[in-house]
């Protein structure tokens, strides 16, 4: 079955970068497009950019553009986002979602990875 | 970047029919199709209609999707304890050339 698994829970300063794994199996790792989202505690959904894993090809949300980071790894079906520089604001939980295009979403999402920033 | 706007909450006992709404722009709603979202507390977001009107599979038929012009809105049938949760609708936007997402609803079954 599909299976998007993320990696764990992060705590970090102000001004530190993170990285955010999120492991795909169960379809072709080339054929779908990753979108990421966030959402902050006690706020709503965040749409942040998207990576496509065939060509490596990303975009992110104006927001964000300088800050953020999208790759892939063929080798082991896993997409990767980073974040540089964060604040206090950047708290909040990363979740991958699959897509067949960059303008669709379909049901697939990861658990969730909370990234929390703190001095 | 601007958002879709939705009811921060609303209600309804058992068995009612309750509806929620979501409006947006023409480079949004009104020229793409509009998902939902349901996301119970600190869970990820679960896709219940896509494309408008459509449920994937094992999204019961009480929940059903409509769209007009630039509104849409989700309305959930012959309501349930377990139907109470966040919901968030979600569009592709031409201009922003990205998503956005309503700020969300909160459904509480009273």
């Known amino acids: 079955q599909v299976q998007l698994v993320q990696s764990g829970t992060e705590v970090k300063e102000p001004g530190a970068s993170v990285n955010v794994s999120c492991k795909t199996s169960?379809?072709?790792?080339?054929?779908?497009?990753i979108h990421w989202v966030r959402q902050a505690p006690g706020q709503g959904l965040e749409w942040m950019g998207w990576?496509?894993?065939?060509?490596?090809?990303?975009k992110s949300g104006q927001k964000f553009q300088g800050r953020v980071t999208f790759a892939r790894n063929m080798s082991i079906t896993t997409v990767f986002l980073g974040l540089t520089f964060l604040t206090s604001d950047d708290t909040a939980v990363y979740y991958c979602?699959?897509?067949?295009?960059?303008?669709?979403?379909?049901?697939?999402w990861g658990q969730g990875t909370l990234v929390a920033v703190s001095s | 970047q601007s958002g879709l706007t939705q009811p921060p909450s609303a209600s309804g006992t058992p068995g009612q029919r309750v509806t929620i709404s979501c409006s947006g722009l023409?480079?949004?709603?009104?020229?793409?199709?509009v998902y939902w979202f349901q996301q119970l507390p600190a869970t990820a977001p679960k896709l219940v209609i896509y494309r408008d009107t459509q449920r994937p599979s094992g999204v019961p038929d009480r929940l059903s999707g409509s769209k007009s012009g630039t509104s849409a809105s989700l309305a959930i049938g012959g309501l349930r304890s377990e139907d109470e949760a966040d919901y968030y609708c979600?569009?592709?936007?031409?201009?922003?050339?990205?998503?956005?997402f309503g700020g969300g609803t909160k459904l509480t079954v009273l």
């Open positions: 979600a569009a592709w936007d031409d201009s922003l050339s990205g998503w956005v």
């Open positions: 979602a699959r897509a067949p295009t960059v303008v669709t979403l379909d049901e697939n």
């Open positions: 169960g379809y072709p790792f080339t054929a779908y497009y």
């Open positions: 023409s480079s949004n709603i009104g020229s793409n199709p």
């Open positions: 990576i496509n894993p065939n060509t490596g090809a990303t």
